[in-house]
C-alpha cells in the first residue's frame, strides 16, 4: 500500500454528473487489482474529512483511472482539481474480486458500479482466465447512467446486456431482468458460472440471492461509508456469517454466502 503523491492528467466530465479521472500513480498502478479502492485526500475539504474511497476503473501505464459521480460536498470539491495538480492517493485498499472464473464470468453493475467491473473484465479477458464468456449486465436509471459501455465494447470478447428503468437503453426495467433471462439458459445447458457485482445495496441485494439460490459464487463489492479506509475507525461496518466485518479491509468484495442482510 502507498500514499502516493500523484499527478492529475486529466480530468473531464461525461455526462450526467459523472466524471473521469486520471492520476499519474506508478506505484500505485502496478498493484492495484480489479475490485480494490483508493482513498483520494480531497483538496479544499476540512482535517476532519479530508478523504473519499473510489474503485479502481483502469490502471495501465503508471496511471489510473476513477469514474465517479458527484453527489455531494467531497465529490464537488474533487471536481475542482485540474490536470497538473497534486493529488494524494491512498491504496490499493481492501479485497478485490478474484481474477479467475470456474465458468462464465456474469458482471452485473448499477451506476458507477460498473468502475471496478471494467477493470475486472479487461483482465480477464487479457488472461483467459474465466472457464467461460465474460458478459456485463449494466443497468441504471436511464441511458446515462450507463458508463462505459464503449469501453466494455472496446475490450472485444465481453458481451454487453443493458437494462434502464425509463427504457431508453436496453431492456425497459431492472438489471436482474436480463441476468434472469441468462440465469435460466445457463441452468438449460447445464453449464457452470460466477457473478461479480457492484452497485447499489438493492441491486446487491437481488444479485447475492440470486448467487446463493443458484448455488453458484458470487462476489458480491460492498459500497459503505468510509472515513479511515484502513481499518482503524468500523465505519464501514458489515454484518457477516462470521460477524462483523470491516468493508475497507475485509471487503469491500465479499463472498456472497457470506454476507448477511438488514
Ligand atoms: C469501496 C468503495 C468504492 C467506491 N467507488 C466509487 C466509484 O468508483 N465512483 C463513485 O462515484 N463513487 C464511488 N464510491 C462512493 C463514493 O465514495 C461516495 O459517493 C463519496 O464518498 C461521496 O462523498 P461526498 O462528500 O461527495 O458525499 P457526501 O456529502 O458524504 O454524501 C452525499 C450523498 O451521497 C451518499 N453517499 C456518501 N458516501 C456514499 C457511499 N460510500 N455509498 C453510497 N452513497 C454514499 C450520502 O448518503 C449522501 O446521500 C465508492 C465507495 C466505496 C466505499
Ligand atoms: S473506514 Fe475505518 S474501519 Fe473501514
Redesign the pocket.
Known sequence: MTDEKSTVVSHEEIGSG?RRLVVEAPALAEAVTPGQ?VHVR?PALEAS?LR????V?DAEGGRIT?????????????GQVRPGDALNVMGPL?RGFPEKCDGAALLVGGG?GV??LYFLAKRLVASGAAAGPVKLFAGGRTKADLLAIDRFEALGGVEVRLATNDGSAGVKGLVTDPLDDELISLRNAGSRFEIFACG?DPMLRAVAMRATGTGAKGWI??????ICGVGVCYA?IQKTVRGNSR??VE??VFAAEDLVWD
Open positions: 459523472y479502492f480531497v474529512a473519499r474511497p473510489f474503485s476503473f476513477i469514474l465517479y459521480k458527484e453527489v455531494g460536498r467531497g465529490t464537488a470539491a474533487l481492501g458507477y468502475a471496478p447499489p463489492s460492498m459500497d459503505r461509508h468510509m464501514c468493508c475497507c471487503g469491500p
